[in-house]
T-cell receptor, first 110, second 120 residues
Framework: KQEVTQIPAALSVPEGENLVLNCSFT??????LQWFRQDPGKGLTSLLL?????REQTSGRLNASLDKSSGRSTLYIAASQPGDSATYLC?????????FGSGTRLQVQP | GAVVSQHPSRVICKSGTSVKIECRSL??????MFWYRQFPKQSLMLMAT?????????EQGVEKDKFLINHASLTLSTLTVTSAHPEDSSFYIC????????????????FGPGTRLTVL
């Protein structure tokens, strides 16, 4: 059974800092990995999707990497802003299901 | 990008009543739709997968008679929580994919905004 772990569970940083969120998974037989953002009481906003054959994806200030063999992904956020404050979820797509991590709650202090 | 809507966004009901939640793909045909549940400060848990025109596949531990799923068209899936009880209070989120099959397919899933259900 796939297990997805996200570290840290919570993170508070001052505005402008670069930061890294970590995601690890136990079963490397995945089709893709997605990073989502979730604001309190809201649905999911897809940030980046990395196919299993890819090593990274970039969108604006976000960069996500994937090392399938070691079961790890990182989400790099450059020059963080207060508007980046949210919970960030990673999810891996295996043969059977999309499995979510428990998320990292990010607070960017102005 | 692909848009998925959910209705209602929030519902409060009395214990014992049934509640229907709609999930619509607005600008694409969703061959497969997924229903998730999210308890406070927890992650999303897949409840069931539905392919248009066929019966839904439920995850282990999810009661099919309590959570009725209908995927009658390529743009609409409904989740009915029957005889709701306070322990069913949760955030329900649907997602849709333009390809058929399990959630493990390469196609991206597009998520709805969620429905907050509160059962008194």
């Amino acid at each position: 059974k796939q297990e997805v772990t996200q570290i840290p569970a919570a993170l508070s940083v001052p505005e402008g800092e670069n930061l890294v969120l970590n995601c690890s998974f136990t079963d490397s037989a995945i089709y893709n990995l997605q990073w989502f953002r979730q604001d309190p009481g809201k649905g999911l906003t897809s940030l980046l999707l990395i196919q299993s054959s890819q090593r990274e994806q970039t969108s604006g200030r976000l960069n996500a990497s994937l090392d399938k063999s070691s079961g790890r992904s990182t989400l790099y956020i450059a020059a963080s802003q207060p508007g980046d404050s949210a919970t960030y979820l990673c999810a891996v797509a295996g043969r059977r299901a999309l499995t979510f991590g428990s998320g990292t709650r990010l607070q960017v202090q102005p | 990008g692909a848009v998925v809507s959910q209705h209602p966004s929030r519902v409060i009901c009395k214990s014992g009543t049934s509640v229907k939640i709609e999930c619509r793909s607005l600008d694409f045909q969703a061959t497969t739709m997924f229903w998730y549940r999210q308890f406070p400060k927890q992650s999303l848990m897949l409840m069931a997968t539905s392919n248009e025109g066929s019966k839904a596949t439920y995850e282990q531990g999810v009661e099919k008679d309590k959570f009725l799923i209908n995927h009658a068209s390529l743009t609409l899936s409904t989740l009915t929580v029957t005889s709701a009880h306070p322990e069913d209070s949760s955030f329900y989120i649907c997602s849709a994919s333009a390809t058929s099959g399990s959630p493990g397919m390469k196609a991206e899933q597009f998520f709805g905004p969620g429905t907050r259900l509160t059962v008194l």
